[in-house]
C-alpha cells in the first residue's frame, strides 16, 4: 500500500510551462509573464528599483500602453507603446 502521495496536489503551474495569456484581476497572466502575482519584497527589501522589465502585453489591454514586468518580484506597471518607433 502507498500512502506516501495520499493528499498531495499536481502542481498548477509548474515553471517553465506556457500558459494562454489572459487579463485578469488587473494583471497579465500567462503568455510571458513570470508571475501570477507581485512579491515587491523581493526587490525592495535589496534594491532600490526594479531591473529592467520585460513586456508582457504590447498595446493591448491598456489603451495604446505597454505593460512590463519585473522579472525578479513580478510587479507590473505600463509604459507608452513604442511599437512604431521601433518597427519603423
Same mark, same amino acid.
Given at each position: 500500500?502507498?500512502?506516501?502521495?495520499? $493528499?498531495?496536489s499536481p502542481v498548477d503551474?509548474?515553471?517553465? !510551462?506556457?500558459?494562454? %495569456?489572459?487579463?485578469? $484581476?488587473?494583471?497579465? %497572466? $500567462?503568455g510571458c509573464s513570470l508571475?501570477?502575482?507581485? %512579491? *515587491?519584497?523581493?526587490?525592495? %527589501?535589496?534594491?532600490?528599483? +526594479?531591473?529592467? *522589465? !520585460?513586456?508582457?502585453? +504590447?498595446?493591448?489591454?491598456? $489603451?495604446?500602453?505597454?505593460?512590463?514586468? +519585473?522579472? !525578479?518580484?513580478?510587479?507590473?506597471?505600463?509604459?507608452?507603446?513604442?511599437?512604431?518607433?521601433?518597427?519603423?
Amino acid at each position: 500500500m502507498n500512502d506516501t502521495l495520499a $493528499g498531495a496536489s499536481p502542481v498548477d503551474q509548474p515553471v517553465g !510551462r506556457h500558459l494562454p %495569456k489572459r487579463y485578469e $484581476g488587473g494583471r497579465i %497572466k $500567462g503568455g510571458c509573464s513570470l508571475h501570477d502575482a507581485e %512579491k *515587491p519584497e523581493l526587490c525592495q %527589501k535589496h534594491l532600490q528599483r +526594479c531591473p529592467e *522589465p !520585460r513586456t508582457v502585453d +504590447c498595446c493591448g489591454v491598456v $489603451g495604446e500602453h505597454d505593460i512590463v514586468e +519585473c522579472h !525578479r518580484c513580478g510587479k507590473q506597471w505600463t509604459v507608452p507603446c513604442n511599437f512604431d518607433e521601433d518597427y519603423s
